[in-house]
């Protein structure tokens, strides 16, 4: 079965850190650059972060650079956000995706960054 789970959102306080993973199954994982995406509440879902299947990150938002990091496992076939030095604009639902794999998405997971 093809599919991603996202998991280790929660509720932080401003100033915090989260660990996002995402796994997946059913696809060849190692071949697949991999995004972080995030979409707030009434706001299009815009990309975090993107790393190559060798581990190069290649983009990084500019709202967040400094304080996220993404990374990957291939042999997992996990990727990982690392975020650091939360802010409550950050809230939102988090979502990973290989950008060259349209209809792959997972469920998302919840981050809300309190003041």
């Known amino acids: 079965q093809v599919r991603l789970v996202e998991s280790g959102g929660g509720l932080v306080q401003s100033g915090g850190s989260l660990r996002l993973s995402c796994a997946a199954s059913?696809?060849?994982?190692?071949?697949?650059?991999m995004g972080w995406y995030r979409q707030a509440p009434g706001k299009q879902r815009e990309l975090v972060a993107r790393?190559?299947?060798?581990?190069?990150?290649?983009y990084t938002d500019s709202a967040v650079k400094g304080r996220f990091t993404i990374s990957r496992d291939n042999a997992k076939g996990t990727v990982y956000l690392q975020m650091n030095s939360l802010k409550p604009e950050d809230t939102a639902v988090y979502y990973c995706?290989?950008?060259?794999?349209?209809?792959?998405w997972g469920q998302g997971t919840q981050v809300t960054v309190s003041s």
């Open positions: 790393i190559t299947p060798g581990g190069s990150t290649i």
């Open positions: 995706h290989p950008p060259s794999y349209n209809a792959l």
């Open positions: 059913g696809i060849s994982f190692s071949v697949y650059d």
